[in-house]
């Protein structure tokens, strides 16, 4: 299966925030897996420019989580995680679109998991009128994840190393 879909990252739900493209590599009831290429372009809307990958990645977008999961790989290992809390992805043809709610969970090869952009999320709390209850499930999806990792649920239980066995080649 080599299809290529558009991943487009959304603030509310219809302002573009970062689109990219990526391959799919497998389709499941609840969740999709896919790999970012070497030299993929992220073009962030809200940033205004343009900013390209030299690693190649593993990213989970779930239909029933709150929460976006990437793995940058370098040497056919997991270097670091990046892992945005966000509604769930919704997919319809060849495009994968989710809300981004601003709270990113991040761990390098060497560093301990490390909750960004909460200033972010405080601004944009604001800037879009976050109901009490989007921060409310927003912080609270931000401790399931905390615990799925602290548990060693997937995929932060060792299964993506198959991932990269089968799918990136040095």
Same mark, same amino acid.
């Given at each position: ?40 372009? !992220? ?104 615990? !799925? ?22």
């Amino acid at each position: 299966m080599q299809n290529t879909l558009t991943i487009l990252a959304l603030k509310k739900r219809d302002i573009k925030h970062y689109q990219w493209d990526v391959t799919l590599l497998e389709k499941h009831d609840n969740y999709i897996i896919t790999k970012g290429e070497i030299g993929r372009d !992220l073009k962030h809307y809200t940033k205004g420019k343009t900013f390209t990958f030299h690693k190649p990645s593993l990213e989970i977008f779930f239909f029933n989580k709150w929460y976006t999961i990437s793995a940058n790989i370098k040497d056919e290992q997991i270097d670091s995680y990046y892992c945005n809390i966000a509604k769930p992805a919704k997919l319809i043809d060849d495009t994968l679109t989710f809300v981004d709610l601003d709270l990113d969970l991040v761990k390098n090869r060497a560093e301990e998991w490390k909750v960004v952009d909460e200033d972010e999320f405080k601004e944009n709390s604001l800037k879009y009128s976050y109901t009490p209850q989007l921060i409310e499930q927003t912080k609270s999806e931000l401790r399931n994840l905390q615990t !799925l990792i602290s548990k060693k649920g997937f995929p932060f239980d060792g299964s993506l190393n198959n991932y990269i066995k089968k799918y990136i080649k040095k």
